[in-house]
């Protein structure tokens, strides 16, 4: 049987979060928290592969109680099973410390239900670090394929997978052995639209809650702030620009707007050489 | 003692990867940063450089040039291409030989998936996307630390980042962010060759094909002039007008999130916080708002011509020069003002 597990985790929409003007703090009220997109399509090429080959999706994620609600969402999206690894004794973590909690977890998954294959997104747009896929797969010794746009293969019989995976310059066709892990982006797999069986039984999911001491003990040292060797030192906002010189095209009429923008380009000789219009 | 400040040199192909060159002479600055502590002390600080690969010994007089004291370099078989675990495996044992304080990796996609593996295993910590470093005192610590700072949540905040108790102090930058240094063809430093013991089983994957990505031509971090296109153009076809300004411009074609998550253009070609950092001589930002997220990417390119509807768009606030007035009206008139233009001069 294929069991996918998928590392998820909810985050604030950035696109909607705003800085008060007066204060220069963080709006956090009203700013709904959402699947992290890359994860979301994640839990899609999961549950994909999972009606072809017939199993098991289970979703994990660390986060605060609300964090229900993602998992909702993928149990909507077609996953079997969620597990929501919450205690407050995790709270700050940062990279290091989220991976040994998700990795410790899986292993424990791993030893019950076998897994093939490990999803994460590329990263999640809260911190964009890309970190904790790959910590995750060092941890467990996994072989790690990250910025995978394209699952090609998945091989019961031989036990193993090929992988396209994006690069700078080109693709990558990785084949790698079960279990094996990977960040995807999104175009790993659509999402599809909930079918009403699953759109039913994700409106009463209630996932498992797991917490610090079970069904994982985990060492006290390793998580949360103290597990954290990176710590905020200060915080601030981005310096604030004021931008130059406004033409209104209503006002000169567009050619001449565009005739003035232009001659200023070409005022500035490194431009000009670049356009190729140096006399 | 020995200070070390660290640079992966990232490679492809025996090709180094800029961002290396960009990170060097950041290591330089930092370990001057701590020139007072040294007197005291009486350590040195070194600038080295970390090369792995096969055939890449010219690269190690490469990064010498930029900066580098000293190079480390893993020439064998198993590093031809990039593989996280060899790669890892690599790092982690060097780094455990020297104990560098610092170690910087540029956030390109290998050096992502390469960090963060590195830093996990040798459980220390490691802050992305750092878009200033700095060496300074923190929390009472005894000598200075690396500064880390990066953009969070979208780019709306900017934290600074330390790793007060554990080494090395790992942090990434994104191409771009930081200017190359000059090269100085007569800088003098040393090659170390390392042998590093990679088992088979330590090749837990393997590249069966590579596929030329006609996509992955778009060098938008190294390019002069970028035309940039964002929700204003109103649909996919928007593109073609970007575009064609762009070639006649001798530019590349970028866009802001929006775009690429409505699906009008390619990922590659988004600039921003979660896409690329740019900074050409000319950006040329179309029907874009200008929201945080596309501004940290894009704010310190040399000239920006805004073109907006909204007069209180806020990418007014950063741009050169900005245009109020219809995207299809005005870049059609840049097009052919610049064909004429092109003309006179021929």
């Known amino acids: 049987m294929f069991h996918a597990l998928v590392g998820i985790k909810q985050v604030p929409d950035t696109t909607s979060i705003r800085i008060d003007p007066e204060t220069n703090n963080l709006i956090r009220e009203g700013v709904p928290t959402i699947l992290n997109p890359y994860d979301a399509h994640a839990v899609a090429a999961a549950v994909e592969w999972k009606r072809k080959l017939g199993g098991k999706v289970t979703i994990i994620t660390m986060g605060p109680p609300a964090a229900v609600s993602a998992l909702r969402e993928c149990v909507e999206m077609g996953a079997d099973r969620g597990i929501l690894v919450s205690d407050r004794r995790f709270s700050g973590a940062d990279t290091l410390a989220t991976s040994y909690v998700l990795a410790e977890a899986i292993r424990h998954i791993h030893s019950l239900e076998p897994i093939q294959m490990i999803f994460f997104g590329k990263q999640a747009i809260d911190g964009d670090t890309a970190q904790v896929g790959p910590g995750v797969a060092v941890r467990l010794d996994l072989p790690l394929v990250t910025y995978a746009v394209n699952i090609r293969e998945v091989n019961m019989q031989d036990g193993f997978a090929l992988v396209e995976r994006r690069t700078e310059s080109r693709n990558e066709v990785v084949k790698a052995g079960f279990p094996l892990l990977l960040t995807c982006e999104k175009d790993i797999a659509q999402i599809p639209y909930a079918s009403l069986p699953d759109l039913v039984k994700s409106l009463r999911y209630e996932p498992e809650m797991w917490t610090a001491d079970t069904p994982v003990t985990y060492d006290a040292a390793q998580i949360g702030l103290k597990g954290s060797p990176t710590m905020v030192f200060k915080t601030g906002t981005p310096e604030k620009h004021s931008g130059g010189e406004v033409i209104k095209s209503a006002e000169v009429g567009v050619e001449t707007a565009v005739k003035m923008a232009l001659d200023k380009i070409l005022s500035i000789e490194s431009l000009a050489s670049v356009l190729g219009a140096q006399k | ?346």
């Open chain 2, 1 to 346: 003692m020995t200070r070390r400040f660290w640079v992966f040199i990232e490679q492809e192909d025996g090709k180094a990867h800029p961002v290396a060159w960009e990170l060097l002479g950041v290591a330089r600055r930092l370990a001057g940063e701590v020139k007072d502590e040294l007197t005291k002390s009486g350590d040195t600080a070194v600038v080295e450089g970390i090369l792995v690969g096969q055939d890449v010994e010219a690269l190690a007089q490469e990064a010498i040039r930029y900066g580098a004291d000293r190079v480390y370099l893993v020439d064998a078989p198993p590093f031809k291409h990039y593989l996280n675990k060899p790669y890892t495996s690599a790092l982690t044992t060097l780094v455990k030989k020297y104990s560098p304080e610092v170690f910087l990796v540029g956030a390109s996609t290998l050096g992502r998936d390469l960090a963060g593996s590195v830093a996990t295993s040798l459980r220390t910590g490691l802050t992305a996307d750092c878009t200033q470093l700095d060496m300074g005192v923190a929390r009472d610590s005894v000598k200075k630390l690396l500064l880390a700072t990066r953009p969070a949540f979208g780019g709306n905040v900017i934290a600074t980042i330390i790793c007060k108790n554990h080494q090395p102090q790992m942090a990434t930058v994104r191409p771009r962010v930081f200017n190359a240094p000059q090269p100085d063809p007569n800088a003098k430093g040393e090659v170390l060759r390392e042998e590093i013991e990679i088992t088979p089983e330590m090749v837990n994957a393997q590249i069966v094909e590579f596929i030329t990505n006609a996509d992955s031509s778009v060098k938008l971090e190294y390019a002069d002039v970028i035309v940039s296109g964002g929700r204003g153009l109103g649909g996919p076809k928007g593109f073609e007008l970007i575009k064609e300004l762009a070639d006649e411009l001798g530019g590349v074609v970028g866009s802001s999130r929006g775009c690429v998550d409505a699906g009008w253009i390619k990922y590659d070609h988004q600039i921003g916080q979660t896409g690329k950092t740019v900074r050409p001589k000319l950006y040329i930002a179309a029907g874009i708002s200008g929201a945080i997220q596309h501004k940290v990417g894009m704010q310190d390119s040399d000239f920006i011509l805004a073109i907006n509807r909204d007069p209180h768009a806020p990418i007014f606030d950063i741009a050169t020069l900005g245009i109020v007035g219809d995207l299809y009206e005005v870049i059609p008139a840049l097009i052919k003002q610049v064909r004429a233009m092109k003309e006179t001069r021929k």
